[in-house]
């Protein structure tokens, strides 16, 4: 559907790529990053908005990087929405279509379907569009982007600005929009969680280049660079080095803390490297429950220094007894009623092998061992 080759484009003294990526047709793919990542000017170059400084962008298999805008057949839905005040609704919806002239029985039809999907029977009639609700400006904004029936859908932030519960509501309408209508979907977003929900793949971008792009358990679980790791919340990250490697290709790692950890294509011993694992992943041990076998690598007796509390979850600062080295412990709210820990309790924690992650630190790895089933 859209692939871009070795693109790259300048806004100022930013420099954006070089970046390669392929999208195939129907599929759905978020462009997650921080604020100044180069995400919108990566979009805005890709619809003919910004002109590269050098690469390739191809549509259906056809060169378009030097095609305007308007004869690509794909549709953008900016943050701001640019809804035309001077139009009510309907008249907004259609703005688009009529521009190209469509067919009035297709417009009609199409309108009909949209109205349906995205619930626009209430408000369709409204003349002025500074009434409408945030969620409705949105919905309205949505379908004047879709009606013209267009094979790519570019997305800006587009619900940066709701509330969580509206925001939600859409989110989960644009899954059902990627479904039934089989629009290819590039989403840009800063949002981890809507990425997750949303993406089949998932692109991290950080500053201007492409750090990962893999699927929602390769990004989340397997970070490739050390940016992208505390760029999602990776809050327990080491600094270890290769003792030895094991039979099985595991590593035994040192240097303040002793870990078991997956092995990579290439490990050698001495080798410094970055060793992470998510909060939620390290697992507290009940005393009165036995230690399965895949729990006896990486025990270790720990102390509760703190506890934050966020909703649903606790996580637990915890500090190791024999390192003292300080991790995170993410619980839930059921778990941590169940457990009752307070500060200045005494747990066993295991960092299970297989939810660790390891980076050399002057690059990225291939694992061979997978946990189970991640400008403006």
């Known amino acids: 559907m859209i692939r871009v080759e070795q693109l790259t484009a300048r806004r100022g003294q930013f420099t954006l790529g070089p970046i390669d990526i392929d999208l195939e047709g129907d599929s759905y793919l978020t462009l997650l990053g921080p604020s100044g990542a180069g995400k919108t000017l990566f979009l805005e170059t890709c619809m003919g908005l910004a002109s590269p400084a050098s690469g390739r962008v191809w549509l259906d298999g056809k060169d378009v990087t ?7 057949h794909i549709s953008y839905l900016p ?21 190209r002239q469509l067919k009035r029985e297709q ?39 879709l009606l013209p029936n267009p094979r790519l859908l570019f997305l800006d932030e587009p619900f940066s600005a709701l509330d969580a519960t509206v925001k939600r509501q859409l989110q989960v309408k644009l899954r059902e929009i990627n479904r039934q209508l089989g629009v290819t979907i590039l989403h840009v977003t800063h949002d981890q969680e809507e990425a997750f929900m949303l993406g089949e793949q998932i692109a991290v971008m950080i500053h201007g280049r492409l750090q990962q792009v893999g699927s929602r358990d390769d990004i989340y679980y397997r970070p490739a660079t050390i940016d992208v790791a505390r760029f999602l919340r990776n809050q327990n990250i080491f600094d270890l080095t290769v003792e030895d490697i094991l039979p099985d290709g595991s590593l035994r790692l040192g240097n303040g803390i002793s870990l078991i950890a997956p092995g990579y294509d290439g490990a050698e011993r001495g080798v410094r490297l970055a060793t992470g694992i ?10 009165d429950r036995p230690i399965g076998p895949e729990l006896q690598d990486n025990l270790f007796l720990a102390t509760v220094d703190d506890i934050l509390v966020f909703g649903g979850t606790h ?6 007894q024999d390192s003292g080295v300080t991790v995170d412990v993410e619980l839930p709210n059921c778990a941590m009623r169940d457990l009752g820990y307070a500060v200045g309790d005494t747990l066993q924690v295991c960092l299970r092998k297989r939810s660790l992650w390891t980076i050399p630190l002057n690059g990225t790895a291939v694992a061979k061992e997978a946990p189970d089933d991640q400008l403006r």
Not at 88 to 93: L, S
Not at 129 to 137: A, F, I, P, R
Not at 278 to 287: A, F, G, L, N
């Open 107 to 145: 417009v009609d039809a199409r309108l009909d379907s949209l109205v349906e999907l995205l619930d626009l029977h209430s408000i369709l009639g409204r003349d002025d569009v500074s009434t409408l609700s945030g969620g409705e400006k949105q919905r309205v904004a949505l379908a004047r982007a």
């Open 79 to 99: 943050q701001d929405l640019a809804l035309f005040p001077h139009l009510g609704a309907r008249d907004n919806i259609l703005f688009g279509a009529r521009r």
């Open 278 to 287: 998510r909060s939620e992943e390290v697992m507290v041990i009940r005393p």
């Open 66 to 72: 030097r095609t305007v805008p308007e004869q690509r």
């Open 315 to 320: 996580t637990l600062s915890v500090r190791l």
